[in-house]
């Protein structure tokens, strides 16, 4: 395991949607999805905070008053099917794992895997174009259509996908629920990590103006501006059996003060493999499950 980071302020590149003013078509006209059409980008570097710290504490905060304060949650969890994920069984076996996972954090009624994606951050991988889901997915072996590093800040959905996307899940409208979420489980497939970690951005650091809505191949998501007041931080040199949940979506709106969703990138971190051997220093490759979870 490597060591933690003695200094918890870093300095990452970023990529960001151009604000509004700054672009030179409307941002309306990205509410049209094209195939390989991005709204225009900048790349900044901006300081992110080590979480190691954080993970390795004693006294770490329960997971689910980490997403309800600040969206996302760090802890440890060690699974043994990583290496069976490139089977339907295997695959499976993942899902219904994660999935127990995250009613156990959120004390939910039922929590169903809508998906998962491996992601590989090397230049012969290309986004692949794919059907629109209108169920959860069965019979799919993620490693079988690699995606590439989700380079831009984003989250995932904007209100109305997610409220959509959470009834497709259930099989009936999301309405007939107490509540539903969408919430996205992240780690790395092998560590330590060195290059594009995950970065995640503290959504009460973030301003209406910070977000723009964009069309995706799947629905709708928001887009985030760089502003100087944002606060990131990322797991420096996650292991596989340190996990991010990521909150994408909350039907009960901020209700008693939770926050709405989590903003989040991979990032390129100044000087991140430093300390680290050459041989453990090799591309990043992770998987996410997005999950929905129901209150009935």
Known sequence: MPAPSSDSQLTAVIGFTLPPARMTESEESYLTWQAGRAKPTEYIRVPVTDLRPEIESTEAVAPLDQLKKRGYAVFKHESGLLDQIPSEEGTEKYLNE????????????????????????????????????????????????????????????????????????????????????????????????????????????????????????????????????????????????????????????????EVLFCGHVAVQVDNDAEGLSEELVRPRESIEVRLVALWE
């Open 98 to 257: 994660t999935a127990d996972l995250l009613k156990n954090v959120l004390g939910c009624d039922r929590v169903i895997a809508w998906n998962s994606v491996v992601r590989r951050n090397t230049t012969d991988t290309g986004e692949k174009i794919v059907a629109k889901q209108q169920a959860p997915e069965k019979g799919f072996v993620p490693t079988s259509r690699i995606q590439p590093i989700a380079g831009v800040a984003h989250v995932d959905q904007n209100a109305e996908w997610g409220f959509e996307l959470c009834g497709k899940a259930a099989g009936k409208p999301a309405g007939e629920f107490k509540r539903v979420q969408i919430v996205n489980l992240w780690r790395p497939l092998h560590g330590p990590v060195t290059n594009a970690p995950l970065a995640m951005v503290d959504p009460n650091t973030l301003s209406p103006s910070d977000l723009g809505t964009h069309a995706s191949q799947f629905g709708f998501g928001h887009d985030i501006h760089h502003s100087p007041s944002q606060s990131w931080a990322y797991i420096r040199h996650q292991m596989p059996d340190e996990v991010i949940l990521l909150k994408c979506y909350d039907s009960d709106q901020g209700k008693n003060g």
